[in-house]
């Protein structure tokens, strides 16, 4: 079995999103990105990914747990976003160096582009996964180890840019198939299930008996579950709980017996 190919069985054999995107960084390491950012979003607007609280992100940037929702609002701010939001494929951070240079960033996106200049984010590409669905968007953001330049990565890039793209790919669609963890208050086993059986097109008196409970506990349940998904109807609850993939979810992502 080539590397590549036993890269690609560890990416699909991992259990939970966190595995899943432990195997890519580790297999990304080798190519020259040594830092590297995902974003997915099911709530895309024109120009927007919708609430951040709903974007599904992970990162090795930060140092700290808990910072993917921050490098991922840096990330919007910054030129490449915009080539992500317009395009589907790969690109060399080259592309906005050329913007740059021709005048046509925005003073926000200016403004990013030194940031991240400063901070040692010098070269790296990005990946914009092509989505089924016109409200669906999803990219990766690869950056160049210290010791690397852009021209080295696009050299790099010229030879294993098709490898890399496989193994992201790979990567995103193995996470969206599993339940999503974004930057909410996780459902409580028992919302997440009034919200199956509602989904099943069970009434509140059917609920109440197959979970052995009072007609107003499930109420409750399901009040609940529409606060933790910050939605206004039991309906959009479901709907951005199946989207997530929190609905009969195994919990422990471990394999079938």
């Not at 999803?138 to 193994?167: F, H, N, R, V, Y």
């Not at 499930?218 to 109807?233: G, I, Y």
Request: charged share 25%.
């Amino acid at each position: 079995m080539t590397d590549a190919l036993s890269q690609i069985r560890r990416i699909v054999s991992a259990r939970t999103p966190e595995a899943v995107w432990h195997e890519l960084a580790a297999a990304l390491k080798p190519f020259g990105f040594d830092r590297i950012l995902y974003g997915a979003t099911s709530n895309r607007r024109e120009g927007s990914v919708g609430d951040i609280q709903d974007v599904v992100s992970f990162t090795t940037i930060a140092r700290h747990p808990g910072r993917g929702r921050e490098d991922m609002s840096f990330f919007i701010r910054t030129p490449m976003f915009r080539w992500v939001m317009n395009n589907s494929g790969a690109s060399s951070w080259r592309w906005a160096e050329e913007q740059f240079a021709k005048g046509l960033l925005t003073p926000d996106e200016v403004a990013a582009r030194d940031l991240a200049r400063k901070s040692g984010l010098c070269a790296g590409y990005v990946i914009s996964f092509e989505e089924p669905g016109s409200r669906r968007a999803a990219a990766l953001s690869m950056i160049a180890a210290p010791d690397q330049t852009q021209d080295s990565i696009d050299a790099m890039w010229a030879e294993k840019g098709d490898e890399i793209i496989i193994l992201a790919q790979t990567m995103h669609l193995k996470i969206q198939s599993m339940p999503l963890k974004v930057h909410r208050r996780a459902l409580s086993p028992r919302q997440r299930e009034a919200l199956e059986w509602v989904a099943e097109g069970k009434t509140s008196q059917d609920i109440a008996i197959i979970m052995g409970i009072s007609p107003g506990m499930v109420e409750k349940h399901l009040r609940l579950a529409r606060e933790c998904l910050d939605v206004d109807t039991t309906a959009q609850a479901v709907a951005k709980a199946a989207m997530f993939n929190h609905l009969y979810a195994n919990p422990t992502g471990e394999p079938k017996r």
